[in-house]
Structure formats: C-alpha cells, structure tokens
C-alpha cells in the first residue's frame, strides 16, 4: 500500500505542530530519522560517531547498512538500531551499493511510519541528488560527513540539505607505513615511510603537474 496519502496527512501536520509552536514560543518537535549508511565507506568503528550526529538532530527510530557483507565478528556489536542490507556485487554497470543507498533511504521515508527525516551517511556528491529529490517531496534530510570532508564536497552537500559533521580517528596503526618510488629507469620500489611524510601539506602545481608528465612519459598513466 502507498504511503502518499499518508505522507500528506503529516506534512501538513507536522506544518500545523510547527506553526502552533512557533506561535506559542516553543521550538519545534525533533525530527525522528531513519538513518542509511554505506557500508563500503563506514564501518563498526564509525557508527557510534554516526548515530551520535543524528541524536544531536533528533530521534534515531532506525537504521540500515548497505553493504557486500558485514565484517566477521563484528555485528554483534552493532548498534540496535541498525540492521543490515547484503548487496550483491557483479561485473560493469552502476555501483549497486549506492543503488541500495537510495533505495532504503526512499523505502525508510515512505513506508516507515514512525520516520519523519532521512539522514544518509555516504560522502559521494552522487547522492545530491537522492537527497534533493526526498526534499522535494516533503522530506526533510540530512547528510553526515566525515570532518575532514572536502571542503567543496561540504559546500555542495550544504546547499542541498542539512549537514553534521562527525569526526573518524583513525587508528594509529592504520596509518601509512610505506611508499612505492618509481625509478626513471622504469622500475619502482617499496621503501618506508619517515616521520614527515606522514603529513597532508600542500603541494606546489607546478611541481605535481611535472610529475604527471614524467609518469606519462614512463607509461605509468596515459596522457589525456
């Protein structure tokens, strides 16, 4: 059975709860979210940051995980709140995962009667577009990034639907230990990384698009 009908009896609702309380002086009702993660990007070790970001914007009444499969021994320790989707995975055509993405988020906003918002967690700018259109359809949305998100993929998520941010530390021992040197002569080697090499900084243009040349010419990439 479609919800549509069911959808427009609580926008106009929840319009209604907003104005009376707007007009009282007292804020709004919290949103109640369904929450879709992509598996692919975050994982256990992610979620309790995730959900901590959607608590500060409302109430968590359920989650989904998209992914191929969990990681062994790790869901009995989710959360409660989220179950898990299997996405299988095939050869060519779109990323099915961000297929499954979307079709849970619409699914959580549209059968889903305790759901008021949809929260997706999933970086890629590919989902602009899922959550403008829950928006046009009277779904409010928002979106979880990483803090160390891009600064122009935040701007660009921002100007679609509301944003939290979380942080993800990574573990020490996930950090970088080795870098492969490629040689003039053709050849490449794997060498350890030094204590200063583990930094982001900024690298000079000029000086990157010179290596790209040299790593053309090495046949290492092709020239566009």
Known sequence: MRRLPQLAVQLARGIAS??????????????RY???????????????????????????????VCTAAPPRGARPAWPSELSFVA??????????????????AARLAFREDKV????????DTDFLFLLERLEAQGIATLAL?????????????QAVAEVERFRTDEPAE???????????????????LGAAEFGTGQVDP???NSLRVKLCELNYLQGH
Request: charged residues 25%; hydrophobic residues 45%.
């Open 174 to 192: 996930r950090r970088p230990t080795k870098k492969i040197v490629l040689q003039a002569e053709g050849w490449s080697s794997i060498e350890d």
């Open 116 to 123: 008021d918002a949809i929260a997706v967690a999933a970086p």
């Open 34 to 64: 369904g929450v879709v993660i992509d598996g692919d990007v975050f994982g256990p070790r992610h979620f309790p940051a995730l959900l901590a970001a959607v608590r500060r914007r409302g109430y968590l009444v359920s989650g989904v």
């Open 87 to 104: 996405v299988p995975r095939g050869k060519g055509g779109k990323d099915p995962n961000d297929i499954a993405v979307a079709f849970e």
């Open 18 to 31: 907003s104005s009376d309380a707007a007009v009282q002086g007292r804020p709004p009702a919290p949103r």
């Open 206 to 208: 000029v000086l990157l």
């Open 145 to 157: 990034l990483p803090l160390a998100t891009e600064p122009g993929v935040a701007q660009a998520f």
